[in-house]
């Protein structure tokens, strides 16, 4: 499994030396929506320079406007960006032709979406590069369980181009082992941590346990 860091809370400039401490740990450097909506995408191609090999990705959320939208987050220096997938086929066909363009990559973020399992299918002809099981951040600290949802996932298609996100802490990861997808999407559980390179090696450990 490949782990992302999705930074929410901070600001581009707290970014830089929070990265220093655990970027051997991680592998997709996510610029959350709430970073984007409050500072903008500007900063981001400074931050591929810093980190040039971690994936930069971009939670533009995109819903209308595809090719446009993707572009700016393309243009500001993202590797990635990502489409909801209750948006329009023709929105999320048009935001693949800028990743196609550009060369760069497509997240469609299944978030709400009613039945995930029958339509990756329709977004693997699509071509979208990766999809993410989002449980909404208002549910998660609502107390809901999206594991019954990744397991029938699992068995339907696999983890290979998967990614996981919504309150992700060391005990969901556990869980996950019988359902491993491609990519751990973690967040407060690090980025709030009073410690976050101990938060880091005990996601990494158990990352590495269930994977034996």
């Not at 930074?7 to 450097?29: H, K, N, Q, R, S």
């Not at 393309?74 to 990635?80: C, K, R, S, V």
């Not at 979208?128 to 996932?153: I, Q, R």
């Not at 996981?164 to 491609?182: F, M």
Request: charged share 30%; aromatic share 6%.
């Amino acid at each position: 499994m490949k782990l992302q860091l999705a930074y929410d809370l901070g600001t581009y400039e707290e970014l830089y030396p929070f990265m220093e401490e655990i970027e051997e740990a991680v592998d997709i450097i996510e610029i959350g929506t709430p970073v984007i909506l409050r500072e903008g995408v500007s900063q981001i191609e400074n931050i591929k320079k810093r980190f040039p090999d971690k994936l930069i990705f971009a939670d533009l959320k995109i819903m209308d406007a595809g090719e446009l939208e993707a572009d700016i987050g393309f243009q500001a220096g993202a590797d990635m960006v990502s489409v909801l997938g209750l948006a329009s086929k023709k929105t999320i066909e048009a935001a693949k032709s800028s990743a196609i363009q550009w060369n760069r990559k497509i997240m469609i973020d299944m978030i709400n979406l009613e039945d995930p399992i029958r339509k990756w299918a329709d977004f693997m002809e699509m071509g979208m590069d990766y999809g993410c099981l989002h449980t909404a951040h208002d549910d998660v600290t609502d107390g809901e369980n999206s594991l019954e949802t990744v397991e029938k996932f699992h068995e339907a298609h696999g983890g290979q181009q998967i990614s996981v996100a919504g309150g992700i802490d060391p005990e969901k990861t556990r869980n996950l082992k019988s359902c491993q997808p491609e990519i751990l999407v973690v967040g407060g559980y690090i980025t709030t941590a009073v410690d976050p390179t101990k938060a880091v090696k005990t996601i990494r450990q158990v990352m590495d346990e269930i994977s034996v």
